[in-house]
Nanobody, 121 residues
Framework: QVPLVESGGGLVQAGGSLRLSCAAS????????MGWYRQAPGKQRELVAT???????NYADSVKGRFTISQDNAKNTMYLQMNSLKPEDTADYYC???????????????WGQGTQVTVSS
């Protein structure tokens, strides 16, 4: 029933790392741009990173140089490697899929249920 399924969230200290995964169907994975959003309490939803079917990536300035988005075509899975985590990275992280234009304005066609990331101190 859920088009995209995220996993890998958890609690980590500042400076630590987490790796999020997003499992999709082959069709969704093959014909959509995919990306990660995050939303913290009281904050607007933020597009963190995107990746096209050809592997082109884009990042929000707030995570550039620290986060890496990637994909495994054989597993129809997208990843977000998060390094040098900061307390301000604390949020619910959502996997999404759609066109690049849809992802930029927050109207992705498909959404996951979210996974919580908490960075302490």
């Amino acid at each position: 029933q859920v088009p995209l399924v995220e996993s890998g969230g958890g609690l980590v200290q500042a400076g630590g790392s987490l790796r999020l995964s997003c499992a999709a169907s082959r069709i969704i994975f093959s014909f959509n741009v995919m990306g990660w959003y995050r939303q913290a309490p009281g904050k607007q939803r933020e597009l963190v990173a995107t990746i096209t079917t050809s592997g082109t990536t884009n990042y929000a300035d707030s995570v550039k140089g620290r986060f890496t988005i990637s994909q495994d075509n054989a597993k129809n899975t997208m990843y977000l490697q998060m390094n040098s985590l900061k307390p301000e990275d604390t949020a619910d992280y959502y996997c999404a899929a759609g066109s690049q234009a849809q992802l930029r304005v927050g109207t992705a066609r498909y959404w996951g249920q979210g996974t919580q990331v908490t960075v302490s101190s």
